[in-house]
Structures are given as C-alpha cells and as structure tokens.
C-alpha cells in the first residue's frame, strides 16, 4: 500500500532544548519542546500526535466497519486523551466517540466498535497501551 513518513529534530538538552516534528506530506509542522510534553508550555507533542493518529485512524475504520455492515454513518467525531506517566510511558489512551448513524441498532454499533477498536492499524501498532473506548449513538 504506501509509506508514509515524517521527521523529528531537536536541539540542545533535553530542559532546555527544543526541536520541531513535521508531517512528510507538509500539512502540518510544529515546536516541541520540555515544557510542551511535559509541562504546560506552548507548542506539541508526541502524544498530542499519536491521539490524533489514533482518533483518526479509529473513527475512519469505525465508518468502513459500518458502511460494510449497511449503516453508512453521516458523522463520526472521536476525542483521544494519551496519558503520558512517570517512567515516562504511554500507559493508557482513552478515546471517546460520538456517531450519528441513521438505522443502526444499539448492539451492532457496540459490536462494530469492538472490532473497530482492536483492528484499526493504528491500535494494531500500540498494543503495549491500553485502548479504552466510551462510544454513543447520538441522533
């Protein structure tokens, strides 16, 4: 299928250094630094990217799953909060989802999440971190 890539660099030591991550395809860029991964600094951060990669690779695999099944969904909008603990580690990301999705029942959307949870390629890659997912039907 294809490659995707992206780039990292960083300046100085790890307090006072800073650095910039880059999409390769160069819709996004941006500083990083100590006080933005670990503190309240401004600019990103690893973190802030994975949750995006992973909301969006959920809610996109969400939407085949259901289209698949015969419920096209109108819109799917997931959240992702990464928590990043001491060590430092990823232990846990926690995604919540809202979807509208005319004629599906309450079970099979459960279901689909299900699996959309554990096949997404985005969870498949992160299987050392929790996944924990809170999804709703909303009209």
């Known amino acids: 299928m294809s490659i995707r890539t ?3 660099v960083w300046t100085g030591n790890l307090r006072e250094g800073a650095g910039t991550m880059k999409l390769g395809s160069g819709y996004f860029e ?3 630094t100590f006080a933005s991964r670990f503190e309240e600094g401004k600019g990103t951060n690893p973190e802030e990217l994975l949750g995006a ?3 969006g690779c959920f809610s996109m695999f969400l939407s085949a799953q259901l289209t698949k099944a ?3 969904p109108q819109r799917i909008h997931t959240t992702a909060r990464v928590h990043l603990e001491a060590g430092p ?3 846990v990301i ?3 989802t809202t979807a509208q999705v005319p004629n599906v029942d309450a079970k099979t959307f459960a279901e689909l999440v299900d ?3 554990k096949g997404c390629p985005v969870s498949k ?7 924990r997912v809170s999804a709703q039907l909303v009209a």
Do not use: R
């Open 6 to 8: 992206a780039e990292a």
């Open 30 to 32: 941006g500083p990083f």
């Open 53 to 55: 990669a992973q909301a």
């Open 70 to 72: 015969g419920f096209p």
């Open 89 to 91: 580690a990823i232990t």
């Open 94 to 96: 926690e995604l919540e």
């Open 115 to 117: 699996v959309s949870k």
């Open 125 to 131: 890659a992160l299987t050392g971190v929790e996944l």
